[in-house]
């Protein structure tokens, strides 16, 4: 009987012509416990081999879990990777390995550091609160800089050292950033943004046309929080562009407003681009998870960039290979009168790509907007209090609901919700409602999701992934995600179906919207003819 967990994403970089994929692993159970990493690669970050094993908790710095790290290049092209290790007394460490070969692409063998641990939690940390460095970035002097997430009583922080060969540190008295009442900070995350370009940058790239992010994963809440900012190379410092909305505090921004944890980006030197990985956790029972063998998977890889028209958010989107995976597809024009459920005639609806684009009609918002009867309702509004797409108002919900069944007993549906505020401006939601969509009982089923950002003259627009289990959500080109694990009971093969919905009171939509069925990634376990087979259909 085989059993496996997989979790947070590790040291993720490209090397040789491969992207190599680093993961807290359990290979005994599909539970947390006996962490170790795995490691895969792909050529195109869609097709993947599972190589052996890479680092184990063999020495008494790691004896209880090597858990999360980063990958740093060099100026000579060589490769460091920081990671923490719980020791035999369950203090969390940082230690530092190297791969045996740099000549291998598929960097197969790593050596650990014959000093580790590196760095131990400084006086006033506790030693369970100190994990999980950063990709390290070039100071203007020539040092490296990492950060580690920690916390002190309520209030997260993150600590900044400073290095030149990755063995001896030197710490700053002042942090890179803390936000009260926020709790431990794991899995932090430190890289800049172009201000006027669409193409990642380097995580050591600094100037006036650059913002950083700092996102720290929030141990208290499992969610992942970031901020756009300003970092100051002098001393080690960021502050954020808005300080109500800072890292982790109750309005700030996330990546993602489903099931989304402990991500981390890279910089993809091969195609000048920054790409963010997350776990996707489970939201059924443990005991389910044991009973089918497996837990969690790793999210579709994102591009992430600053988005340009707002210059105050980030925006997402799947990674541009995952289109190979196309198959065939159809486009629909439909107009949705108010109240309306149209199926969507595509075949069996369990792997798509929806492009979507909505458009309320002139008349219906233009009465709406004059209506005084139509009370002000967005401060009110939020997805996660509304009650879902069942819950009928003047201007939504309408969108899809994919993984349903034929008579819509389990469904997902995936929608905007636009909603009149006391300005009588309009603010738009996109929610992903779970509460039906599955008949399971031992599921945790919410309604998640947000507002989004809609600027003058834009069409309401989405994207969705769907694969079996999972449900990625983009609603105007990726300014806000959400991604849900749904356990359908009855919609699932060919008795899953797609339909597209307005259950607006008022308003009538148009929906212009193309469907690609798609096919099945190709992961394979390790062998030597697997990763021939993947260098060759790849190259």
Aim: glycine letters at 8%; one cysteine or more.
């Amino acid at each position: 009987m085989w059993a496996f967990l997989s979790a947070d994403p590790n040291g993720p970089l490209f090397y040789k012509g491969w992207y190599h994929f680093f993961y807290q692993y359990n290979p005994n159970a599909a539970v947390w416990g006996d962490i170790v990493w795995g490691h895969a690669v792909s050529k195109d970050l869609i097709h993947w081999v599972h190589l052996p094993i890479v680092m184990v908790a063999d020495q008494w710095y790691d004896a209880n879990g090597v858990w999360t790290g980063s990958a740093t290049f060099l100026d000579d092209g060589s490769i460091v990777m920081l990671y923490t290790g719980s020791t035999d007394k369950s203090v969390q460490v940082q230690n530092l390995a190297y791969p045996e070969d740099l000549n291998d692409p598929l960097l197969l063998k790593w050596v650990k550091y014959s000093g580790n641990p590196v760095l131990v939690p400084p006086p006033g940390i506790l030693p369970k609160d100190f994990r999980d460095p950063t990709t390290a970035w070039k100071t203007s002097d020539g040092k490296w800089r990492i950060t580690i997430g920690s916390k002190i009583n309520k209030t997260g922080i993150s600590l900044v050292y400073d290095t030149i060969d990755f063995k001896t540190y030197e710490k700053h008295d002042t942090l890179l950033h803390k936000v009260p009442n926020t709790g431990m900070w794991e899995c932090v995350d430190f890289y800049p943004v172009s201000k006027t370009a669409v193409n990642g940058l380097d995580t050591s790239v600094n100037g006036p046309n650059v913002k950083h992010i700092v996102k720290a994963s929030m141990d208290d809440t499992r969610f992942d929080h970031y901020a756009v900012g300003t970092y100051f190379d002098s001393n080690g410092t960021w502050i954020p562009d808005d300080p109500t909305i800072d890292v982790g505090m109750p309005a700030s921004l996330r990546y993602d407003y489903g099931k989304f944890y402990a991500s981390k980006t890279f910089y993809d030197q091969n195609k000048g681009r920054r790409i963010l990985w997350s776990w996707i956790g489970e939201s059924d029972s443990e005991a389910a998870d044991v009973q089918k063998g497996w837990s969690s998977l790793q999210g579709i890889p994102r591009t992430v960039v600053l988005d340009t028209k707002t210059g105050k958010n980030l925006v997402q989107w799947p990674v541009e290979e995952i289109k190979s995976l196309r198959l065939n597809s159809k486009q629909f024009d439909i107009e949705v009168g108010p109240g309306s459920v149209v199926p969507v005639d595509v075949d069996s609806a369990t792997q798509l790509d929806i492009e979507a684009e909505f458009e309320i009609k002139k008349e219906s918002l233009d009465k709406i907007l004059g209506d005084a009867s139509v009370v002000a309702e967005t401060e009110e509004f939020s997805c996660q209090k509304s009650g879902g797409a069942s819950v009928r108002g003047a201007l939504g919900p309408f969108g899809f609901s994919v993984l349903a069944d034929k008579s819509l007993s389990e469904q997902t549906p995936v929608y905007f919700y636009v909603a009149k505020g006391k300005d009588t401006k309009l603010k738009t939601f996109f929610c992903t409602d779970t509460s039906r969509s599955t008949f399971a009982n031992d599921v945790v089923k919410p309604i998640y999701g947000s507002s989004v950002p809609v600027l003058k003259g834009e069409k309401l627009t989405m994207r969705i992934l769907v694969d079996h289990s999972i449900v990625e959500g983009f609603a105007q080109g990726g300014r806000t995600c959400i991604t849900s694990r749904v356990y359908p009971t009855k919609a699932i093969y060919g008795a899953a179906k797609l339909f597209v919905f307005n259950n607006a009171i008022d308003a009538t939509v148009t929906a212009s919207f193309k469907v690609w069925q798609m096919n099945s990634a190709f992961i394979h376990p390790y062998s030597e003819e697997a990763v021939r087979a993947l260098s060759s259909t790849s190259s």
